[in-house]
């Protein structure tokens, strides 16, 4: 008598996220929805930091959403979703970005694999242009990714970088926390700053491109009041009382320049308010001396 044999059924092994993405979420729904489909696979898991407790965030498919129900600044959103990371590296990010999870599986390769603590791409705002920076003054980075130099084409070290986007190891975002006391903005150089301290390797990742939504161009009243302040915070935070009496009159003489230059610009209805915003609030920043 035959019996035909029965094919045994082995269960797949079920592949475990190794890459945390944490989205600070502000009232964008729509592109965060685009955000979640691009970033779905199997070894990431998406945090998202629902801040205000929007109804419309709250019914996203696909992440893990936690409520913050008051808005405590980009840094604070960033913390609380690195607390509920169980993975050795983490992502953070804005929720109004245009990235794939080729793009942050690639940066965290370059992490995972200790030939960086921190990695960061070549961010582009709206019209395709790098958002690069200038030097960034009183002595906070030497190194960022600076305008006027051509694109390399490898990894190169740096000391800072804007914080649309950033891959870290999570035990180093465990020791040293986003730091929370500016809201926006600066916030990314006193964290980098801090990391130079310790000796961590920070590195500029060209050939991942992604693209910022929102761009660091926008001007706006409370972004210019809140750069215009926390430019000398900063600068107190770091690098002491002596060094922010020195850069106080600057960012003064800064934010009037931009003033300046709006009214004699065609968009001055749009922008010299806001940069006018800027001259009264650098104007009291003497406050955080």
Not at 122 to 149: I, N, S, T
Not at 259 to 281: F, I, K
Request: proline share 7%; aromatic share 6%; net charge positive.
């Amino acid at each position: 008598m035959s019996t035909t044999p029965t094919l045994s059924s082995t269960p797949r092994p079920v592949q475990r996220p190794d890459l945390t993405c944490v989205i600070v979420a502000y009232h964008r729904p729509e592109p965060l929805a685009r955000l979640l489909q691009t970033l779905a696979h199997p070894r990431i898991k998406i945090v998202v930091v629902n801040v205000e407790a929007d109804s419309a965030v709250t019914e996203l498919s696909g992440a893990e959403i936690i409520p913050v129900p008051v808005n405590r600044g980009y840094a604070a959103g960033v913390n609380v979703g690195v607390a509920r990371a169980s993975t050795s590296v983490i992502a953070f990010m804005n929720d109004d970005l245009e990235v794939t999870a080729s793009d942050i599986l690639t940066l965290a390769a370059r992490v995972q694999s200790l030939h960086a603590d921190v990695v960061v791409p070549l961010v582009e705002g709206q019209d395709g242009k790098p958002e690069f920076a200038e030097k960034v003054p009183y002595r906070l980075a030497e190194r960022m990714q600076l305008k006027g130099r051509p694109v390399p084409d490898h990894p190169i070290r740096v000391d800072a970088a804007w914080a649309s986007l950033v891959v870290a190891r999570a035990d180093l975002l465990n020791a040293v926390p986003l730091p929370e006391e500016y809201f926006m903005y600066w916030e990314e150089l006193d964290w980098f700053f801090h990391l130079r301290q310790r000796l961590v390797r920070v590195e500029f990742i060209p050939t991942v491109r992604v693209r910022h939504l929102g761009g660091i161009t926008v001007v706006r009243p409370d972004k210019s009041r809140l750069m215009a302040r926390n430019a000398v915070r900063c600068v107190r935070r770091t690098r002491g009382r002596t060094a922010a009496l020195r850069a106080w009159p600057h960012v003064v003489a800064w934010q009037a320049r931009l003033w300046l230059t709006s009214l004699l610009s065609r968009r001055w209805r749009d922008e010299a308010p806001s940069h006018l915003a800027g001259v009264v609030a650098a104007a009291s920043a003497w406050r955080e001396i």
